[in-house]
C-alpha cells in the first residue's frame, strides 16, 4: 500500500499542492512552521477521518477560506487501487469521494487507507489521562475494524442519553423511567467494543514487547494490561461479545445505587485504561520521558506489523520529526527496522541523523512556506488540483471520534 499521488487544497498552509512521493523512505526537511507536519496530518486524516492535532475540524481550513479538500491516488497489493478525497467545511462537518462518487457516510473512508502516525504528540499515550489511550484505542482498531467505529458512536449517543436521564433521577427520581432498556442498550453496543479492544492489545503486546527488547538491546521488557471497568472473563477462554454483556449487566446492577446517586454512568467502555509496564514497573509513574517515547514508538511499529499481519498489505508509516527526540542506538534500530519495509514519510529540520547510505534511497524534499521541492530543484512542486468541491455531508454518524458524551466519558 502507498500514496501515489496526493494532493491539497486551502489544507492549512497549503493553498495548492500536488505531490508524488518516492515509493520507499521521503523526507520532508525545513524548519519549523513550515508545513512539513501538516502533510502527514493530510494522509492520517484520509486514513482515519480524523486529525490527531486540530480540536474542531475546521482548524484545518486556511484562513479566509471555506474548504479544505485532501485527495489521493492510493496504490493497494490486496484491493484495486483507489482515489479518496476528503472536504472539510466550516461547519465542521465532511464530505468523502471514493473514486469519484460521493459517498453518505464518512466513516466509508476507513479501511481504504492505512497509516501509523508517530510524533510528539504521541508521547501522552504513555504520561497523559486515560481520555488519551483510549482515542489511541479507538482510532487504531477502527483501520482494522470498520464496524468498531459504528458500535462506538452508537455507544456514545446512548451514552448521553443514559447520562442525562441519570441526572434527572437525582434530582427527581420516578418510577418506570425507562432506565432499563438504557441498560440494555449500554451493554448492546459497549460489549463489543470491549471484546475488541481485548482483542486488539492481547495481539499487539508480545509485537509491542519484542521490538522494545530490540530498541533497548535486550535492556527492558514491555508490558501491556487491559484495565476495562468491566470485569472480564479470563482471555484464555475466548468469551464473546455475549459473555462479556453478562459481565457488563452484572456490574450495571452491582453499581446502580451509585449511579443513581450521583447521575452519571460508572461502567463501561468511557471507563477504560490501558498501562504499560517496563520491566515491570509503570512507565507512566516511573518511565522517563526517553523510556516513555520508546514505549510509545515501540507501540507505533507493533501497530505496523499487527496491521499488516491483519490486512495482508503494510500500511504507510508517519514520523513527525522522531529523529531529534531519539538517541543515536534508537535512531539506528528505527531506520534499521523501516528500510525496504514500506513507504514512509519522515520529517525534520535537517539532515544530520540520516546516514548517507539512508538518505541515498531516500526521496528528499524541501518544504517552506506552504511549498514543496524535491531537493536540488528550484521550483516548488506547486499547482492547483482540479479538485471538484464536494457538498457538505449531513452524515451525522461522524461523532466516532469527537470529543466526550460527558465529563470524564470519553470512550
Same mark, same amino acid.
Given at each position: ?7 491539497? !487544497? ?5 493553498? /495548492? ?37 486540530? #480540536? ?25 487501487? =483507489? ?27 476507513? %479501511? ?11 508521547? %501522552? ?91 533497548? +538491546? ?19 477462554? #475466548? ?22 446517586? !450521583?447521575?452519571?454512568?460508572? =461502567? ?5 485504561? =490501558? ?14 520521558? /526517553? ?17 499488516? +499481519? ?52 531516500? !526521496? ?5 512556506? %506552504? ?34 458524551? /460527558? ?5
Amino acid at each position: 500500500m502507498r500514496v501515489q499521488q496526493i494532493r491539497l !487544497r486551502n489544507f492549512r498552509n497549503y493553498t /495548492g499542492l500536488e505531490l508524488n512521493p518516492g515509493t520507499g523512505l521521503n523526507v520532508f526537511v525545513g524548519q519549523n512552521a513550515q508545513g512539513k507536519s501538516n502533510l502527514l496530518e493530510a494522509m492520517y486524516v484520509l486514513a482515519t477521518t480524523r486529525s490527531l492535532r486540530a #480540536s474542531r475540524e475546521s482548524e484545518m481550513i486556511q484562513r479566509a477560506a471555506e474548504t479544505a479538500t485532501v485527495a489521493a491516488e492510493i496504490v493497494r497489493e490486496k484491493e484495486p487501487d =483507489v482515489e479518496l478525497e476528503l472536504s472539510v467545511f466550516q461547519t465542521d462537518k465532511k464530505s468523502i469521494r471514493v473514486n469519484g462518487v460521493r459517498r453518505p457516510r464518512v466513516l466509508e473512508l476507513l %479501511g481504504q487507507l492505512n497509516a501509523v502516525f508517530f510524533g510528539a504528540l504521541d508521547l %501522552g499515550i504513555v504520561s497523559g489521562d486515560p481520555s488519551i489511550r483510549r482515542r489511541w484505542l479507538s482510532l487504531e482498531i477502527s483501520q482494522i475494524s470498520p464496524k468498531y467505529c459504528f458500535d462506538l458512536a452508537s455507544y456514545k449517543k446512548v451514552l448521553e442519553q443514559r447520562n442525562r436521564l441519570l441526572r434527572d433521577l437525582r434530582e427527581r427520581p420516578y418510577r418506570d423511567s425507562g432506565l432499563e432498556v438504557w441498560n440494555d442498550q449500554l451493554v448492546h453496543y459497549g460489549a463489543p467494543l470491549l471484546e475488541k479492544r481485548r482483542f486488539f492489545l492481547d495481539r499487539l503486546a508480545p509485537l509491542a514487547d519484542e521490538i522494545h527488547r530490540d530498541l533497548t +538491546d535486550g535492556r527492558e521488557s514491555l508490558t501491556l494490561q487491559y484495565l476495562p471497568s468491566v470485569p472480564l472473563p479470563d482471555a484464555s477462554t #475466548s468469551p464473546g461479545a455475549a459473555v462479556i454483556a453478562e459481565s457488563f449487566h452484572a456490574e450495571i446492577e452491582r453499581l446502580s445505587r451509585d449511579e443513581l446517586r !450521583r447521575g452519571v454512568t460508572l =461502567v463501561g467502555p468511557q471507563r477504560d485504561d =490501558v498501562q504499560f509496564l517496563i520491566n515491570g514497573a509503570d512507565a507512566r509513574t516511573y518511565g522517563s520521558q /526517553g523510556q516513555q517515547r520508546t514505549v510509545v514508538l515501540s507501540l507505533k511499529l507493533a501497530e505496523y506489523r499487527l496491521m499488516d +499481519d491483519y490486512i495482508g498489505e503494510p500500511p504507510i508509516l508517519l514520523l513527525d520529526d522522531v529523529m531529534s527526540d531519539l538517541d543515536d542506538a534508537r535512531r539506528a534500530h528505527l531506520l534499521d527496522w523501516i528500510r525496504g519495509r514500506s513507504q514512509t514519510f519522515i520529517t525534520c529540520t535537517n539532515l544530520r541523523a540520516f546516514p548517507d547510505d539512508v538518505l541515498q534511497e531516500a !526521496r528528499i524534499f524541501r518544504v517552506e512556506s %506552504g511549498t514543496v521541492a524535491p531537493e536540488g530543484e528550484y521550483h516548488p512542486v506547486v499547482s492547483e488540483p482540479p479538485l471538484a468541491v464536494a457538498e457538505s455531508s449531513e452524515d451525522s454518524s461522524d461523532v466516532v471520534m469527537a470529543g466526550s458524551a /460527558g465529563a470524564g466519558d470519553e470512550a
